[in-house]
């Protein structure tokens, strides 16, 4: 059995390997992969969080004071379209790509016959925003961009999707996807670019203003515009793949780029113009500007009409990868914290002997365990769709996949932007001064952690999102199985109590649900945000006191401690507030929640909670 981890070793959360040091995570991953699969990948996990702990983490700070700037204009007055980026962000963009982060979930790694799932996508993903959650935003828009062409592509884009799944920096091309324009915004249907056939050049031409436009200069960017007669809103949107580089010169790639030893000539160019970079609060290293498109060169993708389409299926990914970055702004953020409490002392003690340091110690790991567990729990039923997608499978089961995950994607995304702000901010609280001063990370963090809430979709969206697959796609019935299961396989007596609170509140919530179906439409709106965090919180407490069950049965309770702080904090009536009950819970499950000590399955019951 393992021991726990002793955070006074550490002087930071720097220059460490965030795969080992994060338990949880290793925990999530190898429940939802098939043990060969785990084996494999655990060495290479083993080895990017060496990276990302070490070169990665050092290199963000740098780009952070140092971001990429953008020359618009050469000289002579030319649109060059130039952003200009320090050797630091290149040489992790090498380093990152070319340890297969995209590329292993769409082709088969060496030593490997199939892709692996997109379950590791996202765990290397959320090992990367422990350094860089702005780096994690491109990565996740080329993953996104991938799948796109992998599902719509009849072949004509195969070089660009090559240059996606690159391994080989020289001949990657990053993804980018330019869906917001000003007078829309979360309202797609609302978009104005058009885009005309030009028989002559054999390609669409695009017209219009994109006003959020995150990686501005990615070499293959998606676009949604409207062709001439298409119908009003997102029935009459299509997908387009916009080159950064004169698509009539093939496939610009990072190699091609880079032997201009500067900017590119503008003739080597598509034509539209990068008007400006934003000046944000933050993920200072993904380039986020405003691009105008006048008569620019793209390709439609797949059929027309078809993007309002094509982009769902992208923002499930792009909402997956978006939880994930919070997870790992979570992680790092909860990773600096332990460490400072362990090593700062205050009235002769480290501050973590403290009671209240304790229970927000306890109660920050509570908030990440439930959160990783959570996202990874929706990467596996992604994965196992993906998989049956690319073999043709199909199933009543695989249909019961897709509609639960139309439920719980936007819930991933909702509920882990919101608590990786939350935990960030109180990771400043504990470093104290230090937290709020660029030179710490505490503060960056905060930055960073500030736009998940935003990116794809905002918390009203999402939860309207929400109500959408309530009503159109029953997603309410495979979620009622899900949950039922779990909680049928729980009979441990430590996780009584926990499993009778979880009962009520799901009891309770299918009461909502049946109330919210006969209700107008202006009252389920209202409801939807509450809606959307009761699920997670239900659904949550049945997987983690599923995963407790398996874990004692293993011989180590400390999930089962997890998953009945979790089921206290998020379900649990409490009289006066938690005061008058005498629960001294983190008292006594410091050590195993915090410091992952081992917890023997026959002393999880008699963890002291209430004073007799």
């Not at 490997?112 to 290397?124: I, K, N």
């Amino acid at each position: 059995m393992e021991t726990g981890i002793d955070y006074g070793e550490f002087e930071s959360g720097r220059h460490v390997n965030y795969w080992e040091l994060d338990r949880t995570l290793q925990r999530e991953l190898r429940r939802v992969t098939d043990t060969e699969t785990f084996e494999w990948a655990e060495p290479r996990l083993a080895e990017f969080g060496e990276l990302i702990g070490h070169t990665v983490a050092d290199n963000a700070d740098y780009v952070d004071d140092h971001g990429p700037e953008l020359e618009t204009y050469d000289e002579y007055g030319d649109v060059q379209n130039f952003v200009r980026y320090p050797a630091e962000q290149l040489a992790n963009e090498a380093a990152v790509y070319e340890a297969g982060i995209v590329a292993d979930a769409f082709e088969a790694p060496p030593g490997r016959d199939e892709p692996v799932p997109f379950s590791q996508y996202l765990a290397t993903l959320q090992l990367l925003c422990y350094a860089d959650a702005g780096f994690g935003c491109p990565v996740a828009m080329t993953a996104g961009s991938a799948l796109v062409l992998e599902r719509f592509d009849d072949g004509e884009l195969e070089p660009y999707y090559r240059g996606l799944v690159s391994r080989d920096y020289d001949g990657l091309i990053e993804g980018a996807m330019f869906l917001t324009e000003e007078q829309g915004g979360s309202d797609v249907g609302a978009n104005e670019t058009t885009a005309r056939y030009d028989e002559a050049a054999d390609c669409w031409r695009l017209t219009g203003e994109k006003w959020f436009c995150s990686n501005v200069d990615a070499e293959g960017t998606l676009a949604l515009a409207r062709t001439e007669d298409a119908p009003a809103g997102t029935d009459g949107l299509s997908m387009f793949l916009v080159p950064h580089g004169d698509p009539d010169e093939g496939v610009m790639t990072k190699g091609d780029r880079r032997a201009f030893e500067g900017a590119p000539p503008g003739d080597a160019l598509n034509d539209q113009l990068y008007r400006r970079l934003k000046d944000k609060l933050g993920t200072t290293a993904v380039p986020t500007g405003e691009v105008e498109f006048e008569d620019t060169k793209a390709y439609l993708v797949g059929e027309q009409e078809a993007g309002f389409k094509q982009m769902t299926e992208m923002l499930n990914l792009e909402r997956l990868s978006n939880a994930a970055a919070s997870c790992g702004i979570m992680g790092r953020a909860l990773l600096e914290s332990r460490v400072k409490a362990a090593n700062r002392e205050a009235f002769g003690k480290p501050i973590e002997e403290f009671p209240l340091m304790r229970e927000d110690l306890v109660d920050m790991t509570v908030d990440y365990e439930a959160a990783t567990a959570y996202v990874h729990e929706v990467g596996r039923l992604f994965s196992e769709r993906e998989r049956a997608r690319r073999t043709d499978e199909s199933s009543d089961e695989l249909e019961d996949t897709y509609r639960l995950l139309r439920l719980l994607i936007p819930i991933a995304k909702l509920r882990t932007g919101r608590m990786a702000v939350d935990t960030a901010s109180y990771a400043m609280e504990i470093q104290g001064g230090n937290g709020y001063v660029d030179d710490f990370v505490t503060n960056r963090l905060l930055r960073d952690a500030q736009v998940l809430p935003i990116w794809e979709g905002t918390e009203n969206i999402l939860s309207l999102d929400v109500v959408r697959a309530l009503e159109r796609e029953d997603a309410h019935e495979p979620f009622m199985r899900a949950v039922e299961d779990r909680l049928e396989a729980v009979d441990h007596p430590a996780l009584a109590d926990a499993a009778e609170t979880v009962e009520t509140a799901y009891e309770e919530l299918l009461g909502a649900l049946a109330e919210l179906a006969e209700a107008d439409g202006e009252y389920a709106q209202l409801s939807a945000k509450r809606l959307s965090h009761y699920v997670f919180e239900v659904f949550t407490a049945a997987l983690l006191l599923a995963e407790a069950q398996s874990d004692l049965e293993d011989g180590n309770g400390r999930t089962a401690m997890v998953a009945r702080r979790f089921v206290t904090t998020e379900l649990a009536e409490r009289d006066g507030r938690g005061i008058t009950g005498g629960d001294r819970f983190v008292l006594e499950a410091f050590e195993p929640i915090v410091h992952h000590a081992p917890v023997d399955p026959e002393t999880v019951s008699e963890t002291v909670t209430a004073d007799d």
